[in-house]
């Protein structure tokens, strides 16, 4: 167990995102691929992740707003987005596109848009956790070799 | 990430030379492996590059398969594995891979999220070395130099057959057989290393390095010469050992000709996969005709696909129409019907009418209808360069360029009238403004002149032009000899684009064009359309125009004096001396098409070109320098979109051809020409 404490709160915040389910071991690869010359690689990656999901996010939300709707287009969009989550581990949200993807693919609009929300939802969630979680990061200094969960 | 990636492209050169030297690197292989890395996504591209330096390859990564395209044309030798992402939105993953397979065979890894069977299929069928899942995982990565050696290893054993052995081939093909398993074998890598250590690993670096070195390119000259043996025997009955034969080319192994056998099938399905509707081209045809005529340059797929649909445009064409004109919707539409009809030549359905409409003009558009087949991406100038080179060269399948293809995208491979008479037609038809009839392999009347050029660039784009679109250039002046004029169709055998297109429609053809092929070679030389190509990717285009236009006078002049002498076309083509690596864009492959043929051709076409007109030379000179300046501005459309070459070529000939249709090679017509 890590004697430093902030070394210790991060330990425990990483370890409640695997077992909630918000992050999946893709995760613990993009954490090994950091090292002396990528010391906030995981953070850098995330950061990425968001900027460019949040266009995908904008697309899809205005592909919901006509009506009706473009399944193909939704569904294509879906797939970036959901290739994109699960190259950072971001399991619930990965989980949230195959379902819209279903729905898009059975022409289900209105399971599409509930999906949709629950989606956002997750997203921004996720978003929010790490963020706390790589300000911690920050300020407990390089991490060691990160540790798979369990 | 571009600036990134030319950084990590640089890095990668240097450390690849040192690979490839088969020094101190080369032992530590598969360290130092370049590798390029496409994906448009940036967060994968990200991880991916972290992944692949992590474990010590040399990695260029890039978010648009038109730039990696170019980027590999550039360099040739550069990498040694490509990784592409199959849903990208300038280019469908499959496409890259297909003309990466054909114009460097690199071995190609696809990867995606999706991992329906449907979508894996097709990686294999396109000719993938393996596939990978997203989220991709190192361990799937460390493995990735197994396709490296194993296509070495491929080559090697080619080569060797053809004659050069290498004591440790053998040895090295031996002990590699059965290590190589799929990515997901992670725990194989090591091992595999190990393994690799033991077995001659400096032998296999040397043959490696020595390998490089015989492989065979297939020059549009050959690739033409191998499209007529298919045909002869019949795309069900071509067995690579009588292509072989027939083919007759000294130091082809029968292992050459069944991988290109392998890779030319797999094109000519994909091809026919594309003809939805074999409606009569015509139909297809003359609709679009904003896209077809009009803008050459917009040659969109959908044209193309209509004329492949209609079964005229040999698939090929059609690919190549595709990639050349597609990119780029230039507008070309200005160009009135009229004027395709002019390019009639291409134009299926109307073979007869096109053909004389199209022969009327052909002096005066015709040559620009050569371009026209060309994609019109292509300046009105390149197209009219290509089209020199083409017509000296006579083999050129002008199929696409004379058929008018509706892809306006012209591809000027399909242009090249083989023919030297089509030279006389090129420099007519040069007007790049045409829309690139060529491309539809409107077997009809251009065949006439239409020497079946199977342009077949390595690149993607099939260059097997069958020329025969050119039936005007037989009008215009003197040059037509060929019988071809009136050719029938050769629609189908226009474009061998790349592997096999349709071969359906194209057998029947194939047969006609070997007819046509034998006259043609009688008074022509080999025009394929890579000059058209080469001008595109020419860095220094005003001397590849020059050469080119050396050359296609030469052709079409020699055709005429030296009706036997193919070998001008060759040695045409040698002269143009196409700086292979001047891939701008899409024509690499044209351009190392255009450098193998020559090199397959004598040099004694050198001297023809020389020889020949020099005035022609120095009006062409001035045409192709025309064109050539504009060429390098349009080499890479920003739309690609489409097929690569095929799409590049046509843009190029769009920046070309709407520049001025009367191009300048009006001047050139055959008629002025002194023949």
């Given at each position: 167990?890590?004697?430093?404490?902030?070394?210790?709160?991060?330990?425990?915040?990483?370890?409640?995102?695997?077992?909630?389910?918000?992050?999946?071991?893709?995760?613990?690869?993009?954490?090994?691929?950091?090292?002396?010359?990528?010391?906030?690689?995981?953070?850098?990656?995330?950061?990425?992740?968001?900027?460019?999901s949040?266009r995908l996010i904008l697309n899809i939300e205005q592909a919901l707003?006509?009506?009706?709707?473009n399944?193909h287009k939704l569904d294509a969009y879906m797939h970036q987005f959901k290739?994109?989550?699960?190259?950072?581990?971001?399991?619930?949200?990965?989980?949230?596109s195959?379902?819209f993807r279903?729905?898009c693919?059975?022409?289900?609009?209105?399971?599409?848009?509930?999906?949709?929300?629950?989606?956002?939802?997750?997203?921004?969630?996720?978003?929010?956790?790490?963020?706390?979680?790589?300000?911690?990061?920050?300020?407990?200094?390089?991490?060691?070799?990160?540790?798979?969960?369990? | 990430?571009?600036?990134?990636?030319?950084?990590?492209?640089?890095?990668?050169?240097?450390?690849?030379?040192?690979?490839?030297?088969?020094?101190?690197?080369?032992?530590?292989?598969?360290?130092?492996?370049?590798?390029?890395?496409?994906?448009?996504?940036?967060?994968?591209?990200?991880?991916?590059?972290?992944?692949?330096?992590?474990?010590?390859?040399?990695?260029?990564?890039?978010?648009?398969?038109?730039?990696?395209?170019?980027?590999?044309?550039?360099?040739?030798?550069?990498?040694?594995?490509?990784?592409?992402?199959?849903?990208?939105?300038?280019?469908?993953?499959?496409?890259?891979?297909?003309?990466?397979?054909?114009?460097?065979?690199?071995?190609?890894?696809?990867?995606?999220?999706?991992?329906?069977?449907?979508?894996?299929?097709?990686?294999?069928?396109?000719?993938?070395?393996?596939?990978?899942?997203?989220?991709?995982?190192?361990?799937?990565?460390?493995?990735?130099?197994?396709?490296?050696?194993?296509?070495?290893?491929?080559?090697?054993?080619?080569?060797?057959?053809?004659?050069?052995?290498?004591?440790?081939?053998?040895?090295?093909?031996?002990?590699?057989?059965?290590?190589?398993?799929?990515?997901?074998?992670?725990?194989?890598?090591?091992?595999?290393?190990?393994?690799?250590?033991?077995?001659?690993?400096?032998?296999?670096?040397?043959?490696?390095?020595?390998?490089?070195?015989?492989?065979?390119?297939?020059?549009?000259?050959?690739?033409?010469?191998?499209?007529?043996?298919?045909?002869?025997?019949?795309?069900?009955?071509?067995?690579?050992?009588?292509?072989?034969?027939?083919?007759?080319?000294?130091?082809?192994?029968?292992?050459?000709?069944?991988?290109?056998?392998?890779?030319?099938?797999?094109?000519?399905?994909?091809?026919?996969?594309?003809?939805?509707?074999?409606?009569?081209?015509?139909?297809?045809?003359?609709?679009?005709?904003?896209?077809?005529?009009?803008?050459?340059?917009?040659?969109?797929?959908?044209?193309?696909?209509?004329?492949?649909?209609?079964?005229?445009?040999?698939?090929?064409?059609?690919?190549?129409?595709?990639?050349?004109?597609?990119?780029?919707?230039?507008?070309?539409?200005?160009?009135?019907?009229?004027?395709?009809?002019?390019?009639?030549?291409?134009?299926?359905?109307?073979?007869?009418?096109?053909?004389?409409?199209?022969?009327?003009?052909?002096?005066?558009?015709?040559?620009?209808?050569?371009?026209?087949?060309?994609?019109?991406?292509?300046?009105?100038?390149?197209?009219?360069?290509?089209?020199?080179?083409?017509?000296?060269?006579?083999?050129?399948?002008?199929?696409?360029?004379?058929?008018?293809?509706?892809?306006?995208?012209?591809?000027?491979?399909?242009?090249?009238?083989?023919?030297?008479?089509?030279?006389?037609?090129?420099?007519?038809?040069?007007?790049?403004?045409?829309?690139?009839?060529?491309?539809?392999?409107?077997?009809?009347?251009?065949?006439?002149?239409?020497?079946?050029?199977?342009?077949?660039?390595?690149?993607?784009?099939?260059?097997?032009?069958?020329?025969?679109?050119?039936?005007?250039?037989?009008?215009?002046?003197?040059?037509?000899?060929?019988?071809?004029?009136?050719?029938?169709?050769?629609?189908?055998?226009?474009?061998?684009?790349?592997?096999?297109?349709?071969?359906?429609?194209?057998?029947?053809?194939?047969?006609?064009?070997?007819?046509?092929?034998?006259?043609?070679?009688?008074?022509?030389?080999?025009?394929?359309?890579?000059?058209?190509?080469?001008?595109?990717?020419?860095?220094?285009?005003?001397?590849?125009?020059?050469?080119?236009?050396?050359?296609?006078?030469?052709?079409?002049?020699?055709?005429?004096?030296?009706?036997?002498?193919?070998?001008?076309?060759?040695?045409?083509?040698?002269?143009?001396?196409?700086?292979?690596?001047?891939?701008?864009?899409?024509?690499?492959?044209?351009?190392?098409?255009?450098?193998?043929?020559?090199?397959?051709?004598?040099?004694?076409?050198?001297?023809?070109?020389?020889?020949?007109?020099?005035?022609?030379?120095?009006?062409?000179?001035?045409?192709?320098?025309?064109?050539?300046?504009?060429?390098?501005?349009?080499?890479?459309?920003?739309?690609?979109?489409?097929?690569?070459?095929?799409?590049?070529?046509?843009?190029?000939?769009?920046?070309?051809?709407?520049?001025?249709?009367?191009?300048?090679?009006?001047?050139?017509?055959?008629?002025?020409?002194?023949?």
């Amino acid at each position: 167990m890590e004697r430093n404490p902030l070394r210790r709160q991060l330990q425990i915040m990483r370890k409640s995102l695997f077992d909630q389910g918000y992050l999946d071991e893709q995760f613990v690869q993009l954490e090994e691929l950091q090292d002396e010359s990528n010391p906030n690689f995981v953070e850098e990656v995330v950061t990425l992740y968001y900027r460019d999901s949040a266009r995908l996010i904008l697309n899809i939300e205005q592909a919901l707003e006509r009506k009706p709707y473009n399944f193909h287009k939704l569904d294509a969009y879906m797939h970036q987005f959901k290739g994109s989550s699960s190259s950072i581990g971001a399991k619930k949200v990965k989980a949230e596109s195959t379902l819209f993807r279903e729905y898009c693919k059975s022409g289900n609009g209105e399971g599409c848009m509930r999906c949709f929300q629950q989606l956002k939802k997750e997203y921004t969630t996720l978003r929010k956790k790490l963020e706390a979680y790589f300000q911690v990061a920050r300020q407990a200094g390089p991490m060691e070799t990160a540790c798979r969960p369990k | 990430m571009n600036s990134s990636s030319g950084k990590t492209y640089m890095s990668t050169s240097n450390s690849s030379a040192g690979w490839k030297a088969g020094d101190a690197a080369a032992d530590q292989f598969p360290v130092g492996l370049r590798v390029l890395v496409v994906d448009d996504d940036p967060t994968c591209l990200m991880i991916l590059e972290k992944m692949l330096r992590t474990c010590l390859y040399e990695v260029t990564k890039c978010n648009r398969a038109e730039t990696a395209l170019s980027m590999l044309r550039e360099n040739k030798s550069g990498f040694d594995v490509v990784i592409s992402d199959v849903h990208m939105p300038d280019m469908d993953g499959f496409k890259l891979l297909e003309h990466i397979g054909l114009e460097m065979d690199l071995p190609v890894i696809m990867m995606s999220a999706d991992d329906g069977k449907h979508v894996v299929m097709k990686g294999v069928t396109h000719g993938a070395c393996d596939y990978l899942i997203k989220p991709v995982r190192i361990e799937a990565l460390k493995n990735i130099w197994q396709h490296v050696v194993r296509k070495r290893k491929n080559e090697w054993k080619d080569f060797e057959q053809s004659g050069s052995v290498e004591e440790g081939d053998r040895q090295l093909k031996q002990s590699e057989e059965a290590d190589y398993s799929s990515s997901a074998n992670e725990g194989n890598w090591k091992s595999s290393k190990r393994r690799k250590d033991d077995e001659d690993e400096t032998d296999e670096r040397d043959d490696t390095s020595s390998l490089k070195k015989p492989r065979v390119v297939w020059s549009v000259e050959l690739h033409q010469q191998f499209v007529a043996a298919v045909n002869q025997l019949g795309i069900d009955k071509a067995v690579p050992k009588k292509i072989l034969e027939l083919m007759n080319v000294p130091g082809l192994t029968r292992e050459n000709v069944a991988s290109h056998l392998q890779k030319y099938r797999l094109y000519l399905r994909r091809l026919s996969g594309v003809s939805q509707h074999p409606s009569s081209l015509n139909n297809s045809f003359m609709s679009p005709q904003e896209a077809t005529f009009g803008p050459l340059s917009s040659l969109n797929g959908l044209d193309l696909q209509t004329l492949a649909a209609t079964g005229q445009l040999p698939a090929q064409s059609l690919v190549t129409l595709q990639a050349a004109g597609l990119g780029r919707p230039t507008g070309k539409s200005g160009i009135p019907m009229p004027l395709v009809d002019q390019r009639n030549i291409f134009s299926f359905e109307n073979p007869k009418l096109r053909f004389g409409d199209g022969q009327q003009h052909v002096n005066n558009n015709k040559q620009m209808n050569l371009l026209h087949g060309i994609p019109t991406t292509m300046e009105p100038k390149q197209l009219a360069g290509l089209h020199h080179g083409a017509q000296s060269m006579g083999n050129m399948n002008m199929q696409v360029a004379s058929h008018g293809s509706q892809s306006s995208q012209n591809n000027p491979l399909l242009m090249q009238m083989a023919q030297p008479q089509v030279r006389g037609q090129m420099l007519n038809d040069t007007s790049l403004g045409h829309p690139p009839r060529l491309l539809s392999p409107m077997g009809q009347p251009i065949l006439s002149n239409g020497i079946a050029a199977n342009v077949s660039t390595r690149n993607g784009i099939q260059e097997n032009i069958r020329a025969p679109s050119y039936n005007p250039v037989s009008q215009t002046s003197s040059m037509l000899n060929f019988p071809m004029n009136h050719a029938p169709e050769l629609p189908g055998n226009s474009f061998p684009l790349g592997s096999t297109p349709g071969i359906s429609s194209l057998t029947p053809k194939v047969a006609f064009q070997e007819d046509v092929n034998s006259d043609i070679k009688g008074t022509v030389g080999f025009l394929p359309s890579y000059d058209i190509f080469n001008d595109l990717n020419q860095h220094k285009p005003q001397n590849w125009e020059l050469q080119n236009v050396g050359m296609t006078f030469d052709a079409s002049q020699h055709s005429n004096s030296l009706q036997g002498n193919l070998n001008h076309a060759h040695s045409v083509l040698v002269q143009q001396g196409f700086p292979s690596g001047q891939v701008n864009g899409q024509n690499r492959s044209a351009t190392v098409v255009s450098k193998a043929m020559f090199s397959s051709g004598d040099s004694t076409g050198h001297v023809n070109a020389q020889n020949g007109n020099q005035q022609l030379n120095s009006l062409l000179v001035d045409g192709t320098v025309r064109v050539k300046s504009e060429t390098p501005t349009n080499l890479y459309p920003d739309d690609f979109g489409q097929e690569d070459l095929m799409s590049a070529l046509l843009k190029q000939q769009d920046a070309i051809a709407p520049a001025e249709h009367e191009f300048d090679f009006d001047g050139y017509s055959l008629d002025n020409i002194p023949v």
